[in-house]
C-alpha cells in the first residue's frame, strides 16, 4: 500500500522511509506541504499519509485543512500527523484541522505500525461504505432486469438533453421502441423466456447506439434512447439500425428461437422555442408508435413536426 510521508527534514524523513518500506509499504515522499497536496490529489495518489506538523510553505495543520476541503469524492485520506508537541491543545487543534491521529516524536516503530494499522482499518471500512453507496446509487437510478436507466432516470437524461439542444439551437432526438406481440412470448414460452428476451433487447438496443446516447427502461416492454447531435436524417438511418438489429437475428429462450421485432416511434424536435415540455414531445413519439403498430409493426414511423404552442 502506498503511503506519504511529507516531512522536510531529510534525515527523519530517510528514517521513516526505511522503517515504513520494513512494514511493507510503498512510500512516496514529499519534503514541503504543497508538494504533499500535489501528490495527494492525484488520482492514483496514497490515501495513507504521515504529515509531519512543522514544514516549510504549508504546515500539517493547514495540510489537513487544505487536504479535507479539497477531498476527492469515493477517496479518503487517513491522515496521521507527526509532531513533537504534546499538549492537550495542540492535539486538539490537530484534529480539529482533520488529522485522525497523531503520534508524538520520538515513536516506538511498533506504535507506529499499529497506528497505521489503524488507518487502514478505517480505509478499508470507508471503501466497503463507498462501495456500497455506489450499488445503492445503481440500484436506485437502473432497471434491475436489464441494467439499462430505469424510467425515471431515462426521463431526467432526455429532459436534460432537450434543456441543452434548446441552449444550443440543435435538434432533439428520441426513439420510442416497444417490443411487437410480447405478451405472445410471455403466453407460449413463460414468463422467464420473456425476460430473456428483454434483457437481449436492451442488450442490442445498447450495443446499436453511440457511448453518449442513453437508453432505458421506459416501460414493461417499452425502451426510450435519447440520442445526441443527431438531426433528422441521420436519426432515420439509426432507426432501421436499431430495428434491423431485434428483427435480424432470433433470441434464443426457452430452447426455441425466437423471432422477435420491435416497433419504433421517433422523432426529432427543433425549437427556438424554450421550455416546450418533454411530455408534448414524447406524446407524439407515442402517438407515433402507435401509428407504426396500426400499419404492421417491425418499423419505424417518424411523429410529424411537432406544431409549438
Ligand atoms: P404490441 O405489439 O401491440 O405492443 O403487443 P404486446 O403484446 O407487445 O403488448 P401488450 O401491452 O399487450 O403486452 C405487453 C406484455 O409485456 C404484458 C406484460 O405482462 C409483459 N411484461 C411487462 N413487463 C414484463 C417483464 O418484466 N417481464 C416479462 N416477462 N413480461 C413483461
Ligand atoms: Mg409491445
Not at 113 to 120: K, P, S, V, W, Y
Amino acid at each position: 500500500m502506498k503511503i506519504l510521508i511529507a516531512e522536510d527534514d531529510p534525515l527523519s524523513s530517510l528514517l521513516m522511509q526505511r522503517t515504513l518500506e520494513k512494514f511493507g509499504y510503498e512510500v512516496v515522499l514529499a519534503e514541503d506541504g504543497h508538494a504533499a497536496i500535489e501528490i495527494l490529489s492525484q488520482p492514483d495518489g496514497p490515501r495513507l499519509a504521515l504529515i509531519d506538523w512543522m514544514m516549510p510553505k504549508l504546515d500539517g495543520l493547514e495540510l489537513c485543512r487544505e487536504v479535507r476541503s479539497a477531498q476527492r469524492e469515493g477517496a479518503y485520506i487517513y491522515i496521521l500527523l507527526l509532531t513533537s508537541r504534546q499538549d492537550a491543545e495542540d492535539v486538539v487543534a490537530g484534529l480539529e484541522a482533520g488529522a485522525d491521529d497523531y503520534i508524538t516524536k520520538p515513536f516506538h516503530p511498533a506504535v507506529l505500525r499499529a497506528r497505521l494499522h489503524t488507518g487502514r482499518r478505517i480505509l478499508s471500512l470507508e471503501e466497503t461504505l463507498v462501495q456500497a453507496r455506489e450499488e445503492m446509487r445503481f440500484k436506485a437510478t437502473h432497471d434491475a432486469l436489464t441494467s439499462l436507466w430505469n424510467r425515471g432516470s431515462i426521463l431526467s437524461v432526455a429532459r436534460n438533453e432537450l434543456r441543452r439542444c434548446e441552449r444550443e439551437t440543435r435538434p432533439f432526438s428520441v426513439l420510442l421502441c416497444d417490443i411487437d406481440h410480447f405478451k405472445q412470448v410471455n403466453d407460449n414460452y413463460g414468463h422467464l423466456a420473456g425476460d430473456i428476451v428483454l434483457e437481449e433487447v436492451g442488450r442490442r438496443l445498447v450495443s446499436s447506439v453511440r457511448d453518449y446516447d442513453a437508453v432505458g427502461r421506459y416501460g414493461g416492454e417499452e425502451f426510450l434512447i435519447v440520442l445526441s447531435n443527431c438531426d433528422e436524417n441521420s436519426l432515420r438511418a439509426r432507426a432501421e439500425n436499431i430495428r434491423s438489429a431485434i428483427a435480424s437475428m432470433s433470441i434464443q429462450a426457452a430452447n426455441a428461437e425466437l423471432s422477435v421485432t420491435i416497433s419504433i416511434g421517433a422523432i426529432t424536435y427543433s425549437s427556438s422555442q424554450p421550455d416546450v415540455p418533454l411530455e408534448s414531445i414524447l406524446a407524439q413519439a407515442d402517438a407515433a408508435l402507435y401509428c407504426a403498430k396500426a400499419e404492421g409493426r417491425d418499423r419505424a414511423i417518424f411523429a410529424a413536426p411537432l406544431i409549438e404552442a
